[in-house]
């Protein structure tokens, strides 16, 4: 058994993403515990590669078919990379692409996945890994004993700092293969609205429900939000009703935030919900229901209408 780590390195917009640094990280940490080495395998913008110095090797494979993410062209690269290094993990994260990859190459590699990750410790010769399931309801502890498997991993799970490290890793080159006609074809990428926030890089966030009842009344929470700084975001209701943007969505469906404070108002606590926002570091909830599951997970939390509540929070914030 090899015991090496291999993190499979995402890109967008000619930039690394926060996750692979978090991924590499955490196979630093563990490649290190187990005697190997974290290698990195680079599918596409070649040049990043200098980007990722936590990493003991970086395999690149570039070219022109691979600007942007195609599920065959990539698996095959991919696959390509790793050879006959037969690493002891593989880590992916839970993102479109990388999860439709984290599929394929269980198959391909006829290893096992799991999915869903939120933690990866060494116990022994096993691997566990702890997998949200059911909604963010059940956290299942999965022991791998298998030689080789896989791990998808959900954005904000390892911090990133100690996947960005100073120093050039060696890289090692491949050459792509001819590559056949492609069963999926790329055509477009859709971008969030220009100059929205990023919800996922904030200290404070305020979080809206569909106890707000209307689109008007999210007006009462933006005042307080504006008064405190923060930025709104919402619950997946709010969003389908087209009341705010899906760059503001939080839960399974949308993004996992870790602010150091998040305050809700009119969120009963679904599970949907709490799957991205569990993590924060202070939760506080306005919710009239006594017993919404919210109350379960909050920190501190109140019954009070917030048609009420809102204009006195405001005004005390000097809003």
């Known amino acids: 058994m090899v015991n090496d780590v291999v993190v499979i390195a995402e890109h967008a917009g000619g930039a690394l993403t926060d996750t692979t640094f978090e991924l590499l990280g955490k196979a630093r940490q563990l490649a290190d515990d187990w005697g190997g080495q974290a290698i990195a395998v680079l599918v596409g913008d070649a040049a990043l590669a200098t980007q990722l110095g936590a990493a003991g090797l970086v395999v690149t494979v570039d070219g022109p078919g691979f600007v942007e993410y195609t599920s065959d062209s990539y698996l095959d690269a991919v696959m390509a990379a790793i050879g006959d290094r037969a690493p002891r993990l593989v880590m992916l994260s839970t993102t479109t692409a990388g999860l439709d990859l984290a599929g394929a190459m269980s198959v391909r590699w006829d290893a096992p996945l799991v999915s869903s990750v939120v933690a990866v410790v060494a116990e022994g010769d096993a691997v566990v890994a702890t997998s949200q399931i059911y909604g963010g309801k059940i956290m299942a502890e999965c022991v791998i004993t298998a030689d080789r498997a896989l791990v998808a991993v959900i954005a904000g799970s390892f911090p990133s700092g100690a996947g960005h490290r100073d120093g050039a890793p060696d890289v090692e080159a491949l050459v792509p293969s001819a590559q056949g006609a492609a069963r999926v074809v790329f055509r477009s990428r859709a971008e969030p609205a220009a100059g929205d926030v990023d919800i996922t890089a904030v200290d404070v966030l305020v979080a809206v429900g569909r106890g707000i009842g209307s689109k008007d009344d999210i007006e009462l929470v933006q005042e307080f939000a504006e008064a405190i700084g923060a930025p709104v975001a919402a619950s997946r209701p709010v969003v389908d009703a087209g009341w705010l943007p899906k760059t503001r969505q939080v839960g399974k469906s949308g993004l996992k935030v870790k602010p150091r404070a998040y305050i809700m108002f009119g969120i009963s606590g679904a599970p949907e919900h709490l799957e991205g926002m569990r993590d924060a570091e ?32 405001t005004e005390k914030a000097g809003g």
């Open 282 to 313: 202070l939760i506080i909830a306005c919710n009239t229901d006594a017993k919404a599951p919210i109350f379960d997970v909050a920190h501190y939390g109140t019954t009070v209408d917030l048609f009420d509540l809102l204009p006195e929070l």
